[in-house]
């Protein structure tokens, strides 16, 4: 099993960057694809971005490419989600997970592991 623990969220004003970070525990992390989804208040979880276990591959949501970058440093065992030109559109909680498993990346059904939310606000 892998624990992963996000941080890094806060109120922000539109136009400014924020970045989260997902720390892992446990297995190694390194043979885990991660990605990063986020929950608004009564709308479902939406995919946002992934990174293959290699890092060797990227994706993105369409409302966040050439916004957000996703990365992570496998000597850290940590993945991060930068965030620029924030918009209001992307408050919500953003939720890391993880996955040895295969697959689009983009749906809740393709991670085995969750992290805990993180808050993000951005105001107009």
């Known amino acids: 099993q892998v624990q992963l623990a996000a941080s890094g969220g806060g109120l922000v004003q539109a136009g400014d960057s924020l970045s989260l970070s997902c720390a892992a525990s446990g297995r190694t992390f390194s043979s885990y694809a991660m990605g990063w989804f986020r929950q608004a208040p009564g709308k479902e979880r939406e995919f946002v971005a992934a990174?293959?276990?290699?890092?060797?591959?990227?994706y993105y949501a369409e409302s966040v490419k050439g916004r957000f970058t996703i990365s992570r440093d496998v000597a850290k065992n940590t993945g991060y989600l930068q965030m620029n030109s924030l918009k209001p559109a992307d408050t919500a909680v953003y939720y890391c997970?993880?996955?040895?498993?295969?697959?689009?990346?983009?749906?809740?059904?393709?991670?085995?592991?969750w992290g805990q939310g993180s808050q993000v606000t951005v105001s107009s």
């Open positions: 990174i293959t276990w290699s890092g060797g591959s990227t």
């Open positions: 997970a993880a996955t040895r498993r295969a697959s689009s990346f983009r749906f809740v059904s393709d991670y085995d592991y």
